[in-house]
């Protein structure tokens, strides 16, 4: 194990004893809409009744990992399962619970590299085991890796003693149509995310250098190839050819970054669109934002969705997108990805006006998007009582 902050497996409990401990099988602890949502959960939760702790594969860091030490959380860093090989990863976690433990559950968030975790957590003996769907897709390949992900959807069903999911699709996804599972919606503090004021909002495009008459869009996801921001560019491109005064901000980083970079300097676009890199204050980017666009290939529930939503603002999204992300409030639309030009009509068609903060705040509450529902059924998955 390597770069592992080490420190006693339990904290002094009110009533004496240590605080149980649960251990999050994680990648990278970056803004993305798992490590969002376990971010949201992890702020919420009593930590003098339950403490996390984050088993991440990879050595990057994170732009949470000093909040979670802050909040009393550990990061366990582990070598990628591609690099060690399935039988070795297994035996890494397995080290990693006896030496750091003792954990009443191990919760995997890493779609089918949780069935190494939960394999792990089974012969180790972790009674509450945790898998947790938040993709309805995965990267594609050939015959090993289909090989792989029906081994692991196999090894998950056999070691996990709960199975949860943001959604349907995501449920089906992972567990198939006859392995039941669990709701935990993708919940939004909506303390914070609620609709700008003009005086934030104005503050949001002092901080971008964005002037008023300028139309703000943002992409706001990891610079991958599912999230597809190549078709941004080409939407930013047709923009910019009808004399649209208008700047798009991209929110987040990943491995397609510096193609990106150079496909929007060969388009003309480098005064257009703005790389912003790793950004974690999304509460103040969408204040300043005029509309969000989505254009992935595939999505489950993505958390940025449901907190623009919480904030008013409306969004564009590919129809590989959940519709069950849709919480009835009327600020997402559902478009294909066969014209972009679709895309720059429906952009110019919206316009900047947000729904009431209190009627709004209510009506995302009411769809059952708020995060104390999904940190109440932590606490029962956990087997941890409801009330201290």
Not at 311 to 340: A, I, K, Q
């Amino acid at each position: 194990m390597s770069g592992a902050q080490r420190r006693p497996a339990g904290e002094p409990h009110a009533a004496g004893g240590p605080v149980p401990r649960v251990l999050h099988v994680v990648g990278a602890m970056n803004v993305g809409g798992a490590e969002t949502l376990l971010m949201n959960l992890y702020r919420k939760i009593d930590r003098s009744r339950v403490q996390f702790d984050f088993l991440i594969f990879g050595d990057g860091e994170g732009v949470f990992d000093r909040e979670i030490q802050e909040l009393g959380g550990r990061l366990l860093r582990l070598p990628l399962p591609r690099e060690r090989g399935l039988r070795r990863s297994v035996r890494d976690v397995r080290r990693v619970l006896r030496t750091e433990g003792p954990f009443i559950a191990v919760h995997a968030h890493v779609l089918h590299a949780s069935a190494l975790a939960l394999r792990a957590a089974a012969l180790e003996g972790v009674e509450v085991r945790i898998a947790h769907s938040h993709s309805t897709g995965d990267v594609t390949g050939g015959l090993g890796r289909k090989l792989y992900t029906q081994w692991a959807r196999s090894m998950i069903r056999r070691s996990a003693t709960h199975a949860v999911a943001c959604g349907e699709d995501a449920g089906r996804y992972l567990f198939g149509d006859h392995h039941p599972w669990q709701l935990l919606r993708n919940g939004v503090d909506l303390e914070v995310f609620t609709p700008a004021s003009e005086e934030r909002r104005a503050a949001a495009r002092t901080a971008l250098d964005c002037p008023e008459e300028l139309m703000l869009l943002g992409a706001i996801a990891r610079l991958e190839e599912v999230k597809n921001h190549s078709f941004l560019l080409d939407v930013a491109q047709r923009l910019d050819q009808r004399g649209v005064a208008f700047r798009m901000v991209f929110a987040g980083d990943g491995s397609l970054r510096d193609r990106l970079q150079e496909e929007c300097g060969a388009r003309g676009l480098q005064s257009r669109v703005r790389f912003l890199g790793l950004h974690r204050d999304v509460r103040g980017l969408m204040a300043g934002l005029d509309l969000l666009l989505m254009p992935s290939h595939y999505e489950g529930i993505p958390v940025v969705l449901m907190e623009a939503q919480a904030s008013g603002l409306g969004s564009l999204v590919s129809t590989g997108v959940s519709r069950e992300v849709d919480l009835g409030v009327d600020l997402v639309e559902f478009l294909p990805l066969e014209d972009p030009g679709v895309w720059v009509d429906r952009t110019l068609g919206r316009t900047r006006s947000r729904p009431h903060a209190e009627d709004l705040t209510e009506r995302v509450r009411a769809a059952g998007a708020g995060i104390e529902d999904s940190v109440a059924l932590l606490y029962r998955l956990y087997g941890l009582e409801t009330q201290p």
